[in-house]
């Protein structure tokens, strides 16, 4: 999908292109969501560049992923969809600032697109330059992605307060700790993939500062300046929830460790109790013709006393140790 968007009553207004009609000259932000072959052809007739393929926009090398060519810079980073859900999408978006415009490339759709979008029709603060409106994008990403964080340290906390609750109705035998395991498995997962974003922007910005140098206006710098320095905070408040998502994997760990030897504990003192009565029982389960005892009257009680004092005896033993 081509989509432009142009200044009309005080704001940017989106349009959609068809591949074979001309793209305006006022165009301010042009936005292609999977572009098809035909879409990318026009586009790239109309700013006399070409544009990277997606095989272009996926290399992981930073020369590849950052650089100036033909009047334009192009800066890939990845960026999250379906952040709202525990298993978010993360894919590469392309921004290409050549002649006074701004061109996005992307074959995910996330929120912050379709909310930027919508608050430039309702505002002519981006309306200015290109620059304005590829760092108003950015910063609607970033503010997406504190809100992302914030909810995953909203839950981050609940599953502490679930696993290291003493005041829990359940015991800890009876919590469901591979429910638990599963869902902090869930939370890192979103996490490193929050924190591989925020290092991809990190770059970008880094990078848009060394190339605008001499070019924007201070009111650009300062904007840089300022995503920077969010970007940086989200990466510490990220490696922080990473972190205690460790610590908790650890903690979840360790009392599993400690509830199965809690059963084999109990396992092994019961073994040990009822030892005693079963090699009685199995001394006088021998079938050998002469033992005094098999004709003695009392036999059979002495020997059920027997069982009973030898697996009473180890009990109190274990538990005045402290064992049980």
Not at 46 to 70: K, T
Not at 124 to 140: F, I, M
Not at 161 to 185: C, M, T, W, Y
Not at 306 to 318: D, N, Q
Request: glycine share 6%; charged share 25%; net charge negative.
């Amino acid at each position: 999908m081509l989509k432009v968007y142009q200044l009309q009553n005080g704001g940017l207004r989106g349009a959609d292109i068809l591949p074979e009609s001309e793209i305006p000259t006022t165009s301010l932000w042009i936005d292609l969501l999977n572009p098809s072959l035909e879409e990318r052809r026009a586009v790239d007739k109309f700013l006399h560049m070409e544009l990277p393929s997606r095989a272009d926009m996926e290399e992981i090398e930073i020369s590849s992923r950052l650089y100036q060519e033909d009047d334009g810079i192009f800066m890939t980073a990845l960026i999250l969809s379906n952040s709202e859900s525990d298993t978010p999408k993360a894919d590469v978006v392309t921004f290409v600032l050549a002649h006074d415009r701004l061109v996005t490339i992307r074959y995910i759709d996330p929120q912050p697109f379709r909310t930027f979008a919508a608050r430039c029709e309702r505002t002519s603060h981006y309306a200015n330059k290109a620059e304005s409106v590829l760092l108003g994008l950015v910063d609607t990403i970033i503010d997406r992605m504190a809100d992302v964080l914030e909810r995953i340290g909203n839950d981050v906390e609940a599953i502490n307060h679930e696993i290291f609750n003493p005041d829990a109705k359940k015991p800890i035998g009876a919590k469901d700790f591979q429910g638990v395991l599963s869902r902090l498995g869930m939370k890192h997962g979103a996490t490193s993939k929050m924190r591989e974003s925020l290092l991809s922007i990190g770059r970008v910005l880094t990078f848009l500062t060394q190339a605008v140098e001499g070019k924007a206006n201070k009111d650009v710098k300062a904007h840089i300046k300022t995503l920077t320095r969010d970007v940086q905070s989200l990466q510490d408040h990220s490696s922080f929830i990473a972190g205690k998502l460790s610590y908790l994997q650890d903690g979840t760990l360790g009392l599993i460790n400690n509830e199965q030897n809690n059963i084999i504990k109990i396992m092994s003192v019961a073994a040990m109790v009822f030892l005693p009565p079963t090699l009685i029982a199995s001394i006088y389960g021998m079938n050998f013709k002469y033992m005094p005892e098999l004709d003695w009257f009392y036999g059979y009680a002495l020997s059920l006393l027997l069982m009973i004092v030898s697996g009473i005896v180890p009990y109190f033993w274990f538990k005045r140790r402290g064992w049980l």
